[in-house]
Nanobody, 124 residues
Framework: QVQLVESGGGLVQAGGSLRLSCAAS????????MGWFRQAPGKERDIVAA????????YYADSVKGRFTISRDNAKNTVYLQMNSLKPEDTAVYYC?????????????????WGQGTQVTVSS
């Protein structure tokens, strides 16, 4: 299993930016696909973005296309989520997750390892 620790969350005004980081430990990180999910109070945990093990394939939820960018640095065992033009509806706890399969999948049940989450709050 991969151990994951998110950082970079916080409070930001609408229109602002944040960059989330997810540091992984374990030798298998570079072979894992990685995903960012988010969960708002009373709602399901939904995928935001995902990236294949090589970084060559990415996926974005429609709600974040053109605003968020997922990337990874396998040498640093880290995956990032750059969030621009943030909106109040982006407010949620953001989770990093790893999928041993290595290719992009979009449901939470496909992911084997999870971080503890980081809070993102966007004020209007």
């Amino acid at each position: 299993q991969v151990q994951l620790v998110e950082s970079g969350g916080g409070l930001v005004q609408a229109g602002g930016s944040l960059r989330l980081s997810c540091a992984a430990s374990g030798r298998t990180f570079s072979s894992c696909a990685m995903g960012w999910f988010r969960q708002a109070p009373g709602k399901e945990r939904d995928i935001v973005a995902a990236i294949s093990w090589s970084g060559s394939i990415t996926y974005y939820a429609d709600s974040v296309k053109g605003r968020f960018t997922i990337s990874r640095d396998n040498a640093k065992n880290t995956v990032y989520l750059q969030m621009n033009s943030l909106k109040p509806e982006d407010t949620a706890v953001y989770y990093c997750a790893a999928d041993r399969l290595g290719e992009v999948r979009t449901t939470k049940y496909d992911y084997d390892s999870w971080g503890q989450g980081t809070q993102v709050t966007v004020s209007s």
